[in-house]
């Protein structure tokens, strides 16, 4: 038992009058403790609906299909009760999310709101909670502290809400940090600043993080191990450097050739992906991505690829049946 | 067609080099007759300001002025691509809006195609809003949803008086060119993704076959896959229809694979400009430089080291005195504070201008700045 965290098969849908309507496939990953894990996808591809199961928050008509796990350090949450997932929520698994704005209450001050969290999770009175409250803003960098403890969200700017959105999800050590889409809301200097906070506070505090973002170039920047969604599923999965250097899977070629990078010109096109991300209404029979393939040959047509193991990596696709491909990536680094 | 009227003299100030070194004055009557090129500018703009008053209270009295633009001169040269880059609250779209002039310049000329757009009204300005057109980030919010794609596209033709088959024709035609079916004419914009969306938008503005369009974070809301495909349609068609794009977008690799000449704004002032190549090569400004090492680029192992600024940007209604990037700035010096820097050239030759006084001094990695927040 070495994971912190172990996601099984995981399904989550909706019920609808259509029937069940899968958002979350069979999606399976695992993080180890201190780990980094980023899970990237398009729109649609189910990663936030990955990151909202883990935590539980999938309300009606929304709901984890039966035969999930999700494995907390061996306790499957998946099974748990709303009282049992309450003392998990928040202390051992944190929260954070895009748009710090919706998640943090108009008319609390945010000292208040960091107190209420360590109050509710960690038992501690008032003025306790306050200095926790105090300290976790210093710990993520917000200046003069003391004062800003006063503030109310709007008097925050965007890149200092969302370090109040750090402070609150870290106040109590959670041994996992779910980040959705941290910085997708924050111009790039300010992300940077995130990122680098993010960083520096795994490491000193030792807790894993699950990244879910769209954003390939964060992916690089933040994680270790790397989960690629598609349509529901899991594409591809495998160390960072060795997916983005030799990507196994179709869908993960075309998405990083898809990108231009600092310095390409528009002399040379960049590599289209035909189509759109199909809905879960009409996902396609076989590989999910065999209509936008084009390498896609009848095979993957009719048979839905499992996930091969191409060592160090997996890859949904038939071509990696009998060991590596070599991929066509003409990114020319400068 | 046109009533080209009342042709300013002033464009004559400047010296060819695509952007004159006056920043905030607008340049008076040039002196020495008319400019040697005016031929190759299609846009250009001197000392653009605008403002938007700032009201508070019952009375809502303007307490302030929120200077958007401050003061911008800036070049288009026709067949050109030139991309505007900055973080949001630079004033970027609003540069691109005002030089459109959807929005009413505060100060400043705007010159397009010779014409002199701050003095055209009524018809004259119609006419020369065919040849001038934006594309919107927000696809949903920018096509009424309850007209069909044939007359959201047809719209500009309509209000040009043209016929319906004619227009009809005409629509078919674009939407074909911008990789959308027949059948699509008769849809409504939520049958759409959001990639198809944008390219209903860029058709509603090819239909009146402009000269050039403003692109405002054309691609900004769409997912990778879908950005790169309407990113080689917006070069493909620029070709084909001879355009000159004001690339407006946040994200500097973008805008630089886009762009011929790259534009770096920050708090309302344009700080560098260059070449896209020159740029990424030779970045002289150090919000550029800080912009650049922000940039996350999806390859590891090139983990760069990186220029972290301190602080958020100021208010542009307070914005701060001299330099206004001092407040950020890793380098900044007392001078930064008093007086502001030219946009100049520096040593890489007459095109490639930012506004430091220590432009092209490299940045220490980690260098600290007292937080003035």
């Given at each position: 038992?070495?994971?912190l ?9 909706f ?9 979350v496939d ?6 180890a ?5 980023g899970?990237?996808?398009e ?9 909202l ?6 309300d009606?008509?929304?709901?984890i299909a039966?035969?999930s796990?999700i494995?907390?350090?061996g306790?499957?949450l ?5 009282r049992e997932l309450?003392?998990i929520r928040?202390?051992?698994i ?14 609390f001050?945010?000292?208040n709101?960091?107190a209420?969290?360590?109050?509710l999770?960690q ?15 210093r710990?993520?960098g917000?200046p ?17 809400r969302?370090?109040v959105?750090?402070?609150?999800a ?5 041994k996992?940090l779910i980040?959705d889409?941290p ?22 505090l030792?807790m ?17 191990e ?11 999965r495998?160390?960072?450097a060795?997916?983005f250097a030799?990507?196994?899977h ?13 310095g ?25 991505f ?8 009848d ?5 839905d690829?499992?996930?091969l ?18 991929p066509?990536v ?5 | 067609?046109l009533?080209v009227?009342?042709r300013?003299p002033r464009?004559a ?7 004159t070194t006056?920043?905030s004055?607008?340049p008076e009557?040039g002196?020495?007759?008319?400019g040697?090129?005016p ?8 000392g653009?300001?605008?403002y938007?008053?700032?009201r ?11 200077q958007?633009?401050?003061g911008v ?14 973080e ?16 009413e310049p505060?100060?400043?000329?705007i010159?397009f195609d ?12 119609k006419a020369?809003r065919?040849?001038m057109?934006?594309?919107?980030q927000?696809?949903?919010?920018s096509?009424d949803?309850r007209?069909?794609?044939?007359d959201l ?18 629509v078919l035609?674009?939407l074909?060119r911008?990789g959308?079916s027949?059948?699509?004419a ?11 969306r ?8 090819l ?6 369009i403003?692109a405002d974070e054309?691609v900004s809301a769409?997912?990778?896959?879908i ?5 080689n ?5 620029k070709?084909?229809?001879d ?24 708090l ?6 260059a ?9 002289l400004h150090?919000?550029?430089?800080a ?6 680029e999806?390859?590891?192992?090139r ?9 958020d ?6 914005p701060p ?21 030219l ?5 890489e ?9 220590f432009?092209g ?5 980690g260098?600290?700045?007292a937080?003035?927040?």
């Open positions: 038992m070495t994971a965290l172990e996601v099984e098969g995981l399904r989550t849908g019920d609808t009058r259509e029937g069940f309507l899968r958002a069979g999606v399976s990953f695992e993080i403790p201190g780990g980094t894990l899970v990237v996808g729109s649609g591809s189910g990663k936030s609906v990955t990151a199961s883990v935590m539980r928050l999938i009606r008509p929304g709901r039966e035969g796990r494995l907390l350090e306790r499957d998946a099974a748990l009760g709303e309450g003392a928040g202390n051992e944190a929260m954070i999310f895009q748009e710090p704005m919706t998640s943090l209450n108009p008319v001050t945010v000292g709101q960091i209420e969290s360590v109050r999770h038992g501690l009175g008032s003025k306790e909670a306050l200095d926790r409250a105090v300290e976790m803003m710990l993520v917000i003069s502290a003391e004062q800003r403890v006063q503030d109310y969200p709007h008097q925050m700017s965007g890149g200092m969302q370090r959105m750090i402070a609150m870290l106040s109590c050590n959670p996992l980040a889409e910085t997708t809301a924050l111009d790039v200097t300010v992300q940077a600043q995130i990122l680098e906070l993010m960083k520096e506070l795994r490491e000193r030792g894993a993080i699950l990244l879910i973002t769209h954003d390939l170039g964060v992916i690089a920047e933040m994680v270790d790397v989960v690629v969604m598609y349509a529901g599923r899991v594409v591809e495998g160390p960072v060795d997916v030799s990507p196994q179709p869908y993960t070629e075309a998405l990083l050739d898809s990108i231009p990078l600092l390409m010109r528009y002399s040379t096109p960049l590599r289209a992906i035909r189509g759109v991300v199909p809905s879960p209404l009409e996902w396609p029979t076989g590989c999910r065999a209509p936008r393939c084009d390498y896609a040959f095979r993957c047509v009719t048979e690829p499992p996930l193991p191409v060592p160090p990596q997996e890859s949904a696709c038939w071509l990696c049946e009998h060991g590596r491909r070599v066509q003409r990114r020319v680094v400068a | 067609m009533a009227r009342a300013s464009a100030g400047a010296s060819g080099g695509g952007v006056e920043v004055a607008i009557d002196g020495q007759g008319p040697p090129e031929a190759d500018v299609l846009l250009s703009a001197r653009v300001k605008k938007f008053p700032v508070t209270g019952i009375l809502k009295r303007t307490v302030g002025q929120l958007a633009v401050d001169d800036l070049d288009i040269f026709r067949g050109e691509t030139v991309g505007l880059v900055g949001s609250g630079c004033g970027k779209s609003t540069l691109g809006r005002t030089l459109l002039r959807l929005l505060t100060a400043g000329e010159e010779g014409v002199d757009v701050r003095r055209l009204g009524g018809r004259d300005l020369m065919r040849h057109q934006i594309v919107f927000d696809s949903v919010g096509l949803p007209m069909t794609v044939r596209v047809g719209e500009g033709l309509r209000i040009h008086r043209l016929e319906r088959k004619h227009r009809d024709v005409a035609d674009v074909e911008v959308l027949a059948e699509a008769g849809r409504y914009p939520h049958q759409f993704s959001g990639g198809q944008q390219r209903i938008g860029l058709a509603r503005a239909v009146l076959r402009p000269k050039f403003v054309p769409l997912d990778v896959s950005q790169s495909q309407v990113l349609l917006l070069v493909e068609l070709q084909e229809f355009l000159t794009y004001l690339f407006v977008a946040h994200d500097l690799a973008v805008v630089g694979y886009i762009s011929d000449r790259v534009a770096v704004m920050y309302g002032k344009v700080v560098e400009l070449t896209s190549e020159e740029l990424f090569r030779r970045p150090p919000y550029t430089m912009l650049l090492s922000a940039n996350p999806p390859v590891p192992g983990k760069h080291q990186r220029v972290v600024l301190t602080g940007v100021p208010s542009p209604i307070d005195s001299g330099c206004r990037f001092r407040t950020r700035c890793p380098i900044a010096q007392p001078i930064c504070a008093e007086v502001e820097p946009l100049v050239p520096h040593d030759g007459p095109d490639h201008v930012a506004a430091c006084h432009a001094t490299p940045i220490q990695v260098a600290q700045h937080d003035v927040a």
